[in-house]
């Protein structure tokens, strides 16, 4: 049975930082590109972020890039996203996603003071 | 890489079917011949779930009334017979390049 969690979802101050971590059982972890996605309230989806299967290749949606980066752990089976310099439009509820099969149910980021 | 979808909202009949178009702003098509282009549907209250993938590939579990044609940069999923269960938002989405997705069109039943 395939699993993906999420994980770190909260609420904090603009300027705050978060982590998100996912961990991942089921298909094989190490083969696959890992990718953030994440949907604002009364919006769509947006991709933020993915990571080849070695993890020497990362990728970011423009807005994000300098305050995100995301990483994995192939032993472990956890995919991360680092959160620095929030802002409230990164208030969404963020999946993670193995290639285009795999989904976990999302964790809430929520930015407000 | 723009995805447009259209329409944005659809109300179904049980029973009648149902077609949403997704255009791209390039073509899909890679040099490995294959067309990256998926389509999602979510939920109320649920994440996406894959309902097609390589343009026409139907993840498991998806039943054979979704179907998905076009090539290039036109595509267009269809429900042959419209369920209660088939509300939701559906997505399309490229994942030639960094991924896009479409708007979002929000199927409803009559």
């Known amino acids: 049975e395939v699993l993906v969690v999420e994980s770190g979802g909260d609420l904090v101050q603009p300027g705050g930082s978060l982590r998100l971590s996912c961990a991942a059982s089921?298909?094989?972890?190490?083969?696959?590109?890992m990718s953030w996605v994440r949907k604002a309230p009364g919006k769509g989806l947006e991709w933020v972020a993915n990571?080849?299967?070695?993890?020497?290749?990362?990728f970011y949606l423009d807005s994000v890039k300098g305050r995100f980066t995301i990483s994995r752990d192939n032993a472990r089976n956890s995919l991360h996203l680092q959160m620095d310099n929030l802002r409230t439009d990164d208030t969404a509820v963020y999946y993670c996603?193995?290639?285009?099969?795999?989904w976990g149910q999302g964790t809430l980021v929520t930015v407000s003071s | 890489i723009v995805m447009t979808q259209t329409p944005l909202s659809l109300s179904v009949t049980p029973g009648q079917p149902a077609s949403i178009s997704c255009k791209s702003s390039?073509?899909?098509?890679?040099?490995?011949?294959?067309?990256?282009l998926c389509w999602y549907l979510q939920k109320p209250g649920q994440s996406p779930q894959l309902l097609t993938y390589?343009?026409?590939r139907r993840s498991s579990e998806v039943p054979d009334r979704f179907s998905v044609s076009g090539s290039g940069t036109d595509f267009t999923l269809k429900i042959s017979r419209v369920e209660a269960e088939d509300v939701g938002v559906y997505y399309c989405m490229q994942n030639k390049e960094l991924p896009t997705f479409g708007q979002g069109t929000k199927v409803e039943i009559q």
């Open positions: 996603a193995g290639s285009v099969h795999y």
């Open positions: 390039q073509s899909l098509l890679h040099s490995d011949g294959k067309t990256y």
């Open positions: 089921g298909f094989p972890f190490n083969i696959h590109w």
């Open positions: 990571i080849s299967p070695d993890g020497s290749a990362q």
């Open positions: 390589d343009v026409s």
